[in-house]
């Protein structure tokens, strides 16, 4: 089993910055690839970019393309998004997502790719 725990969510005005955190633990080994989605209310999850460990190809929604920056620390099995120029539609709950496999442009954004999760951690851009 892989834990996953997620940190540094919070209140931001439009165009402000946050950095999330993800510190995986356990069979953190298995680890192929880590990716961040969102849920805004109301609406399904969606994805919003993805990082793989071997290669370091990354990932990223066209809504945040620009504007978010995924990056990792292998040494700290720590994956983090950087949120630059927020908008208030990217209020959302933010979940970091691990793939005990490898990704490819045919399944990086699907859900069913990532077997293991994170709490959630809450978004909230203010207009």
């Known amino acids: 089993q892989v834990q996953l725990v997620e940190s540094g969510g919070g209140l931001v005005q439009a165009g402000g910055s946050l950095r999330l955190s993800c510190a995986a633990s356990?069979?953190?080994?298995?680890?192929?690839?880590m990716g961040w989605f969102r849920q805004a209310p109301g609406k399904e999850r969606e994805f919003v970019a993805a990082n793989t460990w071997i290669n370091g190809n990354t990932y990223y929604a066209d809504s945040v393309k620009g504007r978010f920056t995924i990056s990792r620390d292998n040494a700290k099995n720590t994956v983090y998004l950087q949120m630059n120029s927020l908008k208030p539609e990217d209020t959302a709950v933010f979940y970091c997502?691990?793939?005990?496999?490898?990704?490819?442009?045919?399944?990086?954004?699907?859900?069913?790719?990532?077997?293991?999760w994170g709490q959630g951690t809450q978004v909230t851009v203010s207009s």
């Open positions: 356990g069979r953190s080994f298995s680890i192929y690839a």
């Open positions: 997502a691990a793939a005990p496999r490898m990704i490819s442009r045919s399944n990086y954004n699907r859900l069913e790719t990532y077997d293991y």
